[in-house]
């Protein structure tokens, strides 16, 4: 950043003229995008300084009804990834533009990775302002993507849902409950066996409904009883004879050993949870339950020590002087707060 920074507002001058001159030429107009994309990169949190010029561009871009957006658009959306990425804070203009994430994924999914990777900029930086703007549309994405993606689509984009859980355990789940009865039908469809991807495709759909067993028991105990549940399950062939919540207790069993450490101690918080309905059903699993909460207790705080670590931590934990949080610190920060919440 210091070695850009004499230089930032004549390069901002340069990009602005460049830009109002390069109406129709296409090719011109992608090399400055990814030209103003680096730029950005090279500002950090300093970028703001160029949002001037820089978002009328990227909304131009992200435009799906402008006559150049074919040409403009994935470089457009890597911009608008970068400026996310480094923005110290959301403004009401970033904030207006989430939207058009909506109408890109309608048209197809061509940029799948890029718009999961804009929709978790805006969940860490947006908050509960973005969540209390923008509910419906992060609803309808996700409902658009799972179900309609393959299985690397689904592995990009359950880690969007699992960050929405963390952050807003009582207010999202309700609202993706369409989404969240297709990741059961996930868990509880067969088939994942000789398939890895499908099995961690599984493995983390579980981990998510754990997670909300966790963090929201109520709700899940009730997403589990609704009739419109019942009715998917049917449809999609799967037999509703045992409760699903029980089903979902033998998928935690079964995938612990195909989940990161942190999903592990996921799963064995929900189970500790499911010990205590006492339920002759979860008696019967006692051994099970017991064997994957005791490979958790002494997996010991491996997830603390790897998430605690980075370029921008002190040792003790706290940011070194002069920085602000990147992306990454604020979705392990989301981890640990997480952890430190519950405990087995």
Same mark, same amino acid.
């Given at each position: !950043? ?67 957006? $074919? ?5 457009? !959306? ?101 989404? $969240?009865?297709? #990741? ?14 499908? @099995? ?16 929201? @028991? ?10 419109? $549940? #019942? ?106 707060? @997480? ?6």
């Amino acid at each position: !950043m210091s070695d850009v920074m004499p230089f930032a507002n004549k390069l901002i001058l340069f990009f602005q003229k460049v830009w109002e001159e390069s109406s129709g030429e296409c090719l011109l107009q992608i090399q400055l995008l990814v030209a103003l994309r680096n730029f950005v990169v090279a500002l950090g949190y300093q970028s703001p300084i160029c949002y001037d010029i820089l978002l009328p561009i990227l909304q131009k871009g992200i435009d799906i009804d402008s006559p150049d957006e $074919l040409n403009l658009l994935e470089d457009s !959306m890597l911009l608008w990834e970068a400026t996310l990425s480094h923005a110290p804070s959301m403004v009401p203009q970033l904030l207006a533009y989430f939207p058009c994430v909506v109408k890109i994924m309608e048209r197809s999914f061509d940029h799948l990775q890029v718009a999961v990777n804009i929709t978790e900029d805006y969940i860490i930086l947006g908050g509960s302002e973005f969540l209390s703007i923008h509910a419906s549309s992060v609803a309808q994405i996700l409902d658009l993507v799972v179900g309609n993606v393959n299985d690397r689509g689904l592995l990009s984009t359950l880690p969007v849902i699992d960050i929405l859980i963390q952050c807003f355990p009582l207010e999202v789940p309700q609202l993706i409950s369409s989404t $969240l009865q297709k #990741l059961i039908v996930i868990c509880l469809s067969g088939g994942d066996d000789q398939d890895p991807s499908k @099995t961690a495709v599984k493995a983390s759909s579980a981990a998510i409904l754990a997670r909300i067993l966790v963090m929201n @028991t109520n709700y899940l105990a009730h997403l589990t009883s609704e009739p419109s $549940l #019942l009715l998917l399950l049917q449809s999609s062939g799967i037999p509703t004879e045992e409760n699903v919540l029980l089903c979902l207790v033998d998928i935690w069993l079964d995938k612990a050993d195909n989940v990161s450490s942190i999903q592990r101690k996921t799963y064995g918080l929900a189970l500790s949870i499911i010990l205590t309905l006492r339920l002759p059903q979860v008696l019967n699993k006692l051994d099970q339950i017991l064997s994957v909460c005791t490979t958790v207790i002494l997996g010991g705080n491996d997830d603390l020590t790897e998430e605690s670590s980075g370029d921008n931590i002190t040792s003790s934990g706290s940011l070194s002087k002069g920085t602000i949080p990147s992306k990454e610190f604020r979705r392990r920060q989301l981890k640990l707060q @997480t952890l430190s919440t519950k405990c087995l």
